[in-house]
Nanobody, 125 residues
Framework: QVQLVESGGGLVQAGGSLRLSCAAS????????MGWFRQAPGKEREFVSA????????YHTNSVKGRFTISRDNAKNTVYLQMNGLKPEDTAVYYC??????????????????WGQGTQVTVSS
């Protein structure tokens, strides 16, 4: 079973940057891809970005394209989310998740088997 631990959240002013990290407990071939989701108060959890372990192919939701970058370090079993140009509407708890098998839709929470505990990101205006 994959265990995921996020870190790097915090409070930042609009226009600022944060880098989130997600450390996975097992070797990367235990999962096919990793994703980042976020959930604001009173809203559903939404897809942010995803990356495949083998090829590094990335996916982003439209609202973060050009501002967020997802990357991975296979040797460290760690995935990163670099967030630049942060906006107040980016405020949420950010979760990383592991997709176990190929074939799922990267944007669906149901495609992911394992989840981290979440890290709070707050962007002040």
């Amino acid at each position: 079973q994959v265990q995921l631990v996020e870190s790097g959240g915090g409070l930042v002013q609009a226009g600022g940057s944060l880098r989130l990290s997600c450390a996975a407990s097992e070797r990367t071939f235990s999962s096919y891809a990793m994703g980042w989701f976020r959930q604001a108060p009173g809203k559903e959890r939404e897809f942010v970005s995803a990356i495949t372990w083998s090829t590094g192919t990335t996916y982003h939701t439209n609202s973060v394209k050009g501002r967020f970058t997802i990357s991975r370090d296979n040797a460290k079993n760690t995935v990163y989310l670099q967030m630049n140009g942060l906006k107040p509407e980016d405020t949420a708890v950010y979760y990383c998740a592991a997709m176990k098998y190929y074939g799922g839709n990267y944007a669906y929470t149901s495609s992911y088997a394992y989840w981290g505990q979440g890290t709070q990101v707050t962007v002040s205006s």
